[in-house]
Nanobody
Framework: QVHLVESGGGLVQAGGSLRLSCAAS????????MGWYRQAPGKQRELVAT???????NYADSVKGRFTISRDNAENTVYLQMNSLKQEDTAVYYC???????????????WGQGTQVTVSS
């Protein structure tokens, strides 16, 4: 099994910054794409950013130029640096990993428990 531990959410004023972290652990797994999604009240969960093990990134248009995703492959940790935060960024942010079992080669998608980000005016 894969276990994800998220941290870094909180309350920040508009224009401020936060950094989210997600540490993944799991014996016998390699972690491929890792990413962040978010879900605002009354809305569907949406992609924020993803990063492959090779470092290729993908961002939602709404966060391009403000958010930066990065990862530490040695620690199986993914980060999301969020700058110039807006009220519309308020949501629960979820970490997601796409892993592969090194013995069975079966894929496994996992989600973190979510961390609240609230941006005030």
């Amino acid at each position: 099994q894969v276990h994800l531990v998220e941290s870094g959410g909180g309350l920040v004023q508009a224009g401020g910054s936060l950094r989210l972290s997600c540490a993944a652990s799991g014996s016998w797994f390699t972690f491929n794409t890792m990413g962040w999604y978010r879900q605002a009240p009354g809305k569907q969960r949406e992609l924020v950013a993803t990063i492959t093990s090779g470092g290729s990134t993908n961002y939602a248009d709404s966060v391009k130029g403000r958010f930066t995703i990065s990862r530490d492959n040695a620690e199986n940790t993914v980060y999301l640096q969020m700058n110039s935060l807006k009220q519309e960024d308020t949501a629960v942010y979820y970490c997601n990993t796409q892993a592969t079992n090194i013995w069975t080669h079966r894929p496994l998608a996992s989600w973190g428990q979510g961390t609240q980000v609230t941006v005030s005016s």
